[in-house]
């Protein structure tokens, strides 16, 4: 633990060192579906979506990226928001379990931004968007038109940066999605659509790479996470990321819970959604885009190695999923 924190010092994510990475940003507002969902489609259903086992209306078992993120801003003053709905999609997602409303989409989203942000940016502020999973989940891969749609969703995460743009916002970070087929929705549940679900991801993330150029010769200042990369490399070395498993889901309703104790050791929590030390990885990922001088994200995926190790060590001593 000793030598995780020199590192953590040497890498300058602690105390001060950490909201360093901000450099310069004046606030930070998150765009996006239930991996940047805060609790807000819970807020709209009366804790319904999600109930338990999930961690105070995330997603997941603990906080997600975004707001891990926030609290950097926040500790320095700045203002933030979160308008992401679990559920939330950039087109018409038709077979999704909650409908719309009370999930927010893409466009009404920016729509509360603009309102919810007034007078709020400041000299530069930050966004994220992170949407497309959801327009294959719930239309383009059960309807055999992945390509299509994953093509039309990353147009539309483009045509939304441009939006915000037009409201003050010219640094945003983008998100592609990872191997939906390759994770246990696919893998495990779902097998008979994976090869849609492929199609689909690389449509949308060759798509969003073209339009994410075209952002910066608008004068946007963006900033591409690989998530797809990333999740290629968890697959490939769990333990490197702080996890034991990277293919098998603590939850699945009605089927298995592996308990709070076991859900920090497992790459997912359910069998689309990150756990809590993904999350936390995916965090430091983007601190490290942000700072003043880009570190490799490897270095920051060590952190969450590093973190989990204690965890890891517990679980070769006799821990294992109930």
């Keep these: 633990i000793a030598g995780g924190l020199l590192l953590l010092a040497a890498l300058g994510l602690t105390g001060e060192g950490r909201a360093d990475t901000l450099n310069g940003y004046t606030s930070f507002w998150a765009l996006g579906d239930s991996l940047s969902d805060d609790g807000n489609l819970s807020a709209a259903t009366g804790g319904a979506a999600p109930g338990a086992p999930y961690y105070q209306g995330r997603f997941s078992n603990g906080p997600v990226w975004a707001e891990r993120l926030a609290g950097d801003f926040a500790e320095r003053g700045l203002e933030t928001g979160n308008f992401a709905y679990g559920g939330s999609a950039v087109g018409p997602a038709p077979l999704r379990p909650v409908p719309a409303p009370p999930v927010v989409d893409l466009d009404g989203q920016i729509g509360v931004f603009a309102e919810a942000s007034r007078g709020r940016l400041g000299k530069r502020p930050l966004a994220s ?114 996890v034991v498993d990277a293919t098998t889901p603590c939850y699945v309703p009605g089927v298995v819970f592996c308990g709070d104790e076991a859900a920090p050791l497992l790459a997912f929590f359910d069998p689309v959604h990150p756990s809590s030390t993904i999350h936390a990885g995916i965090a430091d990922v983007v601190r490290a885009e942000m700072a003043p001088v880009p570190l490799p994200a490897p270095a920051f995926m060590l952190l969450a190695g590093l973190a989990g190790l204690g965890l890891v060590r517990l679980w070769a001593h006799g821990s294992r999923i109930a």
Excluded at 145 to 159: C, L, P
Excluded at 177 to 205: H, I, M, Q
Excluded at 207 to 214: F, P, S, V, Y
Excluded at 218 to 233: A, K, P, Q, S, Y
């Design 129 to 242: 968007l992170w949407f497309g999973s959801n327009d294959l989940l719930f239309n383009g891969v059960p309807t055999g038109t992945a390509r299509q749609v994953g093509r039309a969703a990353a147009r539309g995460v483009a045509d939304g940066a441009l939006s915000l743009r037009d409201l003050g916002v010219r640094d945003v970070v983008l998100f592609n999605l990872p191997a939906l087929d390759s994770t246990p929705n696919y893998r495990l549940l779902f097998p008979g659509l994976a090869n849609e679900a492929r199609v689909g991801t690389r449509a949308f993330n060759a798509t969003l790479a073209r339009r994410a150029d075209r952002l910066r010769d608008e004068g946007m200042n963006v900033t591409e996470i690989d998530v797809f990369g990333l999740f290629g490399e968890l697959l490939d070395d769990p333990a490197r990321f702080g």
